[in-house]
T-cell receptor, first 114, second 114 residues
Framework: QKEVEQNSGPLSVPEGAIASLNCTYS??????FFWYRQYSGKSPELIMSIYSNGDKEDGRFTAQLNKASQYVSLLIRDSQPSDSATYLCAIFKDYGGSQGNLIFGKGTKLSVKP | EPEVTQTPSHQVTQMGQEVILRCVPI?????FYWYRQILGQKVEFLVSFYNNEISEKSEIFDDQFSVERPDGSNFTLKIRSTKLEDSAMYFC????????????FGQGTRLTVV
């Protein structure tokens, strides 16, 4: 089982609609979850972090976490063409002490049509 | 706004040559990472570095790879004898604390091995 799974898309939504991006993970012990946005040829850009069950809102973005279901999602409200990018779900794999690293999913490509 | 900077942005090298990729992490960060992304694939963890030593490394990070923090600001990744399959985007990242705080990525170095 892959550690972080995402639907690769592409997910196409019209401008102004809500885009819903989903991610599941296999490690029940994971505590930290992140969404990164990556434009083609560019580096991952952090857009949201979430650590507790429930919703976390930041502007047009809402991250949702359900640890029991091992499920993280990202909602983008009022989608804009500039939101067109690949969205990477990442979990922090903690080895204890000062050891750990991010594990990324393959990403979901979002296309927002004007 | 503080950012992670990487040089060069693009490096072309002959197979078998040594390359050094350079990074300047965010100044008050303590944890440093190298990730790579082969074209069309997911972001993969290579190595994490804390307190002047490697904290964790992946299977990709074999004896051909090494990291160093030669002074108080730079963090380098060396590939001793490059192979064609080392062609990828290499991202440096840093975080203030491990796990529960966000990691920020540099703009990446595109390494092309010919």
């Amino acid at each position: 089982q892959k550690e972080v799974e995402q639907n690769s898309g592409p997910l196409s939504v019209p401008e102004g609609a809500i885009a819903s991006l989903n991610c599941t993970y296999s490690d029940r012990g994971s505590q930290s979850f992140f969404w990164y946005r990556q434009y083609s040829g560019k580096s991952p850009e952090l857009i949201m972090s979430i650590y507790s069950n429930g919703d976390k809102e930041d502007g047009r973005f809402t991250a949702q976490l359900n640890k029991a279901s091992q499920y993280v999602s990202l909602l983008i409200r009022d989608s804009q063409p500039s939101d067109s990018a690949t969205y990477l779900c990442a979990i922090f794999k903690d080895y204890g002490g000062s050891q750990g690293n991010l594990i990324f999913g393959k990403g979901t490509k979002l296309s927002v049509k004007p | 706004e503080p950012e992670v900077t990487q040089t060069p942005s693009h490096q072309v090298t002959q197979m078998g040559q040594e390359v050094i990729l350079r990074c300047v992490p965010i100044s008050n960060h303590l944890y440093f990472y190298w990730y790579r992304q082969i074209l069309g694939q997911k972001v993969e963890f290579l190595v994490s570095f804390y307190n002047n030593e490697i904290s964790e490394k992946s299977e990709i990070f074999d004896d051909q790879f090494s990291v160093e923090r030669p002074d108080g600001s730079n963090f380098t990744l060396k590939i001793r004898s490059t192979k064609l399959e080392d062609s990828a985007m290499y991202f440096c990242a840093s975080s203030a604390r491990t796990g529960i705080t966000e990691a920020f990525f540099g703009q990446g170095t595109r390494l092309t091995v010919v």
